[in-house]
């Protein structure tokens, strides 16, 4: 079984870097709750992000470190294609049950 680090690390590589939006529904649990204010909570907020994603042109993330305690992954990436200049992000995901359950 992988560890909650490498969870996050290959869904985030898989629905961010890969733009493989099925990864929604195999890497993230039914009860996902999603605290950025941008994007609307539950699967299918999360679901909706992942299309709009795969259908950008220069959308890229970056991932910089990771830092891993228990269940919580912290990981400090930029994003580009949301303004001029990257979007420096540090994001904390909870993982549980071998799925990715909030952030």
């Known amino acids: 079984?992988?560890?909650p680090r490498e969870i996050v690390i290959k869904t985030t590589n898989e629905l961010f870097g890969s733009k493989y939006?099925?990864?929604?529904?195999r890497?993230?649990?039914p009860r996902y709750v999603q605290h950025n204010p941008t994007?609307?909570?539950g699967l299918a907020g999360l679901r909706e992000l992942a299309v709009m994603l795969a259908a950008s042109q220069g959308f890229n993330?970056?991932?910089?470190r990771v830092i891993a305690e228990s269940d919580l992954i912290a990981m400090h990436s930029s994003y580009s294609a949301f303004?001029?200049?990257?979007?420096?992000?540090?994001?904390i995901f909870r993982v549980a049950d071998g799925?990715?359950?909030e952030h």
């Open 27 to 29: 890497c993230f649990g």
């Open 61 to 64: 993330v970056t991932t910089h």
């Open 21 to 25: 939006a099925a990864a929604v529904d």
């Open 1 to 3: 079984m992988s560890t």
């Open 99 to 101: 799925r990715i359950v």
């Open 39 to 41: 994007v609307a909570d």
């Open 83 to 91: 303004g001029p200049e990257p979007l420096i992000a540090f994001d």
